[in-house]
């Protein structure tokens, strides 16, 4: 049986990975979930970390908290899925721990690295398409959401936060794809399925 690719969608708050998550899933018959929250303990993780309220969590622990939602993600979800032969496609992966907790946290990537490629045990994914928007759009953006823990960090944060995802893909050109956020739904739902369909020959 042939393995199934693991395709993650980066990006910043606002940039649209959420809608083209489900649409690719959606085309190539694949495994929708997201990082945090794809198993019920993630759900828990995730409503912690997310809730404004929570003021007091530390960066180290908040790392600790992504890794152990990935480790239970991948092992409960992930692997099983891609050694059934299915896709999957990811809101989020290990990649934005790196941005955000070693980048915007400033950690430091190579430490939050360590902690998960643990938690993966070797399950990396395949392809990452990074989905590139202007900060002025995706402030627009935002206005019309309720904004959670993250969303209401400040512009140094998630200037950070970018400029890490766009270190690590120039640093694994082979794994990213990075692609323009702004065209309507439609023609960026089409350049990703080619973009993934070169990369992976899948769709």
Not at 61 to 83: G, I
Not at 85 to 93: E, F, K
Not at 99 to 126: C, F, K, S
Not at 180 to 202: E, M, N, Y
Request: charged share 25%; aromatic share 6%.
């Amino acid at each position: 049986m042939t393995r199934g690719k693991y395709v993650a969608f980066e990006g910043l708050e606002g940039c649209g990975k959420s809608t083209h998550v489900a649409r690719l899933a959606e085309r190539l018959g694949a495994v929708a979930t997201r990082e945090p929250g794809g198993t019920v303990l993630g759900s828990a993780l995730r409503s912690a970390m997310l809730d404004p309220a929570n003021t007091s969590l530390s960066p180290r622990a908040e790392a600790l908290l992504m890794a152990a939602d990935r480790a239970q993600h991948v092992a409960e979800v992930v692997r099983p899925a891609l050694e059934a032969g299915r896709h999957v496609v990811s809101d989020r992966s290990v990649y934005s721990s790196l941005a955000y907790q070693g980048h915007g946290r400033e950690l430091g990537e190579a430490a939050v690295r360590r902690i998960n490629d643990w938690a993966l045990d070797g399950t990396w994914p395949d392809l990452v398409v990074l989905i590139d928007v202007p900060f002025e759009v995706l402030a627009e953006r935002m206005k019309k959401r309720e904004l959670d823990r993250f969303e209401r960090e400040d512009r140094a944060f998630f200037e950070r936060v970018h400029a890490g995802f766009l270190a690590m893909a120039a640093a694994e050109p082979a794994r990213f794809a990075i692609v323009d956020g702004t065209p309507p739904k439609d023609a960026l739902q089409d350049a990703v399925a080619a973009t993934v369909a070169a990369r992976l020959g899948i769709g």
